[in-house]
């Protein structure tokens, strides 16, 4: 059983399209997060939910939009794609919020997006 | 914020022998350092972590130390085998701070 499933594993759209990615963990974990992979492996956090509330809104455009429908789902729609949106997305699970005595980050294998 | 700095961005060693990946870190309030693999095609899995109320960690072959003072980490991973070649972060985080990782290091091991 997959502990952190993302879907679609691979997207491939034009410019300006709108596009969303879904993650769902099965780990009962309180806490998700998105994280941007860039073409230089570089990860970087992008948005945090615990318990469906937003807690962690780094410096992302308004185009990237989180929806927590509950504690186990934390979805990303992207508006008006962009060239520099081309990356790996990862989602990601973690029983508390990052830090010591939370525990690891559980990741998903990620959804590569390209934009044309 | 914190910054987190990673060294060599690519290691490239025979089967059997160590490497040795370096970290430092800015905010000397930090005081939790995971590291993480990632295979190809995979997201990334913690494969082993250390609190700053300790000075070395040991797991099997691989091993991690901190340095507070000079606010520096390492891994180091012995008799390294070709399932061990992926990309490998460090990671800081203070309280229940957001972690910020290193740029990773791309570690080869030819058999």
């Known amino acids: 059983d997959t502990a952190v499933s993302q879907t679609p594993k691979y997207l491939v759209t034009q410019m300006g399209n709108d596009k969303s990615i879904k993650c769902e963990q099965n780990?009962?974990?309180?806490?998700m997060y998105w994280y941007k992979q860039d073409s230089k492996k570089f990860l970087k956090i992008m948005f945090s939910?615990?318990?469906?509330?937003?807690?962690i809104n780094e410096t992302v455009p308004n185009r990237f939009s989180p929806k927590s429908p509950d504690k186990a789902h934390l979805n990303l729609h992207i508006n008006s794609l962009e060239l520099g949106d081309s990356a790996v997305y990862f989602c990601?699970?973690?029983?508390?919020?990052?830090?010591?005595?939370?525990?690891?980050?559980?990741f998903g294998e990620g959804s590569r997006l390209t934009v044309l | 914020g914190e910054n987190v700095e990673q060294h060599p961005s690519t290691l490239s060693v025979q089967e059997g022998d160590s490497a040795v990946i370096k970290c430092t870190y800015s905010?000397?309030?930090?005081?939790?350092f995971p590291w993480y693999k990632q295979e190809l095609g995979k997201g990334p899995q913690l494969i082993i972590d250390?609190?700053?109320?300790?000075g070395e960690k040991k797991d099997q072959r691989i091993a991690v130390t901190l340095n507070k003072t000079a606010k520096h980490f390492s891994l180091h991973i012995t008799e390294t085998q070709p399932e061990d070649s992926a990309v490998y972060f460090c990671?800081?985080?203070?309280?229940?701070?957001?972690?910020?990782f290193g740029k990773g290091t791309m570690l080869l091991v030819s058999p």
């Open positions: 250390i609190r700053s109320n300790v």
């Open positions: 905010d000397s309030a930090s005081n939790y």
């Open positions: 990671a800081a985080s203070k309280g229940y701070s957001t972690l910020t």
């Open positions: 939910y615990n318990n469906k509330e937003l807690i």
């Open positions: 990601a699970s973690s029983p508390g919020r990052s830090g010591p005595g939370t525990g690891e980050l559980f």
């Open positions: 780990l009962g974990h309180d806490t």
